[in-house]
């Protein structure tokens, strides 16, 4: 069974770092883009970014790059979502998913398998 | 970035009802739309990819259309499971945006 296990809730204050994890268990975890998502209710879902654990190719949201750090560990089938200095806005969901590429009769792209969510509160 | 809106932003259905939830771009984006549900405190659900393909165990009452800038979902005859919050997403380019949700409550 394919599964996304996150770590889990954390309170943060501004200018703070913070890593938060998920792990990919049940398929060949190399084999996958990880992508990570924030969902807040002004914003709704983001999509954040996502880095391909085969060789850590990572794409990022323009609005976010250099705000975060998408990295991965292979040997413990384990992506990383990273912030060296925290915002208030940075409060969040923050949900990881598996992404699958489908060619049929097109090119599909699509996640088909989410963690439960990390949910990331920063305040003073 | 592509944008993405869906109209409504919410709809009050009862069992049995056909609902029709749109999706739209703001340029082309061919058929690639994905559609997701989600329940409260619950992570997204994979229904359809490339607009119209139904995901493996997704009840056959969901199915999607729609190409170029101007997609569908429909639920065939509401279920009480249905009852949550649908939002499309685009994978024509990155940044993967995703459309801000329809909310289907109860009538």
């Known amino acids: 069974e394919v599964q996304m296990v996150q770590s889990g809730a954390e309170v943060k204050k501004p200018g703070e770092s913070l890593r938060i994890s998920c792990k990919g268990s049940?398929?060949?975890?190399?084999?996958?883009?990880i992508g990570w998502m924030r969902q807040t209710p002004d914003k709704g879902l983001e999509w954040m970014g996502i880095?391909?654990?085969?060789?850590?190719?990572?794409k990022y949201r323009p609005s976010l790059q250099g705000q975060v750090i998408l990295s991965v560990d292979k040997s413990i089938n384990t992506a990383y979502l990273q912030w060296t200095s925290l915002k208030a806005s940075d409060t969040g969901m923050y949900y990881c998913?598996?992404?699958?590429?489908?060619?049929?009769?097109?090119?599909?792209?699509?996640?088909?398998?989410w963690g439960l969510g990390t949910l990331v509160t920063v305040s003073s | 970035d592509i944008q993405l809106t869906q109209s409504p932003s919410s709809l009050s259905a009862s069992v049995g009802d056909r609902v029709t939830i749109t999706c739209r771009a703001s340029?082309?984006?061919?058929?690639?739309v994905n559609w997701y549900q989600q329940k409260p405190g619950e992570a997204p659900n994979l229904l359809i990819y490339?607009?119209?393909n139904l995901h493996s165990g997704v009840p056959s009452r969901f199915s999607g259309s729609g190409s170029g800038t101007d997609f569908t979902l429909t639920i065939s005859s509401l279920q009480p499971a249905d009852f949550a919050t649908y939002s499309c997403?685009?994978?024509?380019?990155?940044?993967?945006?995703f459309g801000p949700g329809t909310k289907v409550d109860v009538k």
């Open positions: 998913a598996r992404r699958v590429t489908t060619v049929t009769t097109g090119l599909w792209r699509y996640f088909d398998q």
């Open positions: 049940g398929y060949n975890f190399t084999n996958y883009w």
């Open positions: 880095i391909y654990p085969g060789d850590s190719d990572v």
């Open positions: 340029q082309s984006i061919g058929n690639y």
């Open positions: 490339g607009a119209s």
């Open positions: 997403q685009q994978s024509f380019s990155t940044p993967f945006t």
